[in-house]
């Protein structure tokens, strides 16, 4: 895939997820996730703490822009499935940052807004699924990439309600291993602080043939280079049977 294309994969399959003040309705935070045609099934795919249950909080897939009104248009989604993973000798359980949604319908008309020309106006593209078994691991010898939107702010005037965003692009990720349910990603740091990546959690991460290999799940600067970024992504084969029992496979 030429890296152009790539490039577009990546954006095009990474869905804005926004959380919203039910009470006020404003926006008060950012995720990312993606819809993957599984195994015939439609599933939509991030990470719990985007996405997570709190008290008089929404969220909703952002699928346009309502030009007229100034105001984002979002699809509510809810009722995620979760996964936990126990030791019946210690009886302790942990909670794993991932969540998964079984969707019955079709993929909603989800678009993404790209800058036409210098004085403000916009092309609408349709986002895209991604198409997977969640069988690719990540390897040493790929680059990998992840997209998201980022640094939000709120924008609110008399007509005006909105939640502006900057898209940050990321490739040259290098996979370093793996351990229990995450894989152990490197990024080159380039004076990275952690509001480069807020928003991102949830996106799925790509590798250079556009497949989906990983979840964006949270990251900090390298403890012993302070060159390096490490990125943490979550190991998606290690919850397909989970995924497969929901969409009722087995």
Known sequence: MDSQALRMTRILSTIPVNSIDSKTHKPCSMGSGCFVNYKGHLIFLTVL?????????????????????????????????????????????DIIDFAMKKFSTPMPPCKFLMNKNHIGEFEKIDRIPLTSDLSVAPTTNEKYGF???????????????????????????????????????????????HKDFQGTSGAPIIDSKGNLVSLVMSGHQSPNNSNEWIIYGVNLSKFSTVIDVTCDLI
């Open 49 to 93: 703490h985007a996405v997570e249950v709190k008290t008089d909080i929404l969220h909703g897939i952002v699928v346009d822009y309502d030009s007229e009104k100034c105001r984002t248009v979002l699809y509510e989604v809810n009722d995620f499935s979760i996964c936990a993973m126990g030791d019946l000798r210690t009886k302790e359980v």
């Open 147 to 193: 997209c998201g939107l980022i640094k939000g702010s709120l924008i609110e005037t008399e007509t005006v309600l909105g939640l502006y965003s900057t898209l940050a692009y990321y490739d040259n990720l290098r996979y370093l291993k793996s351990e229990n349910s995450y894989h152990i990603f490197v990024l080159e740091n380039k004076n990275y602080s």
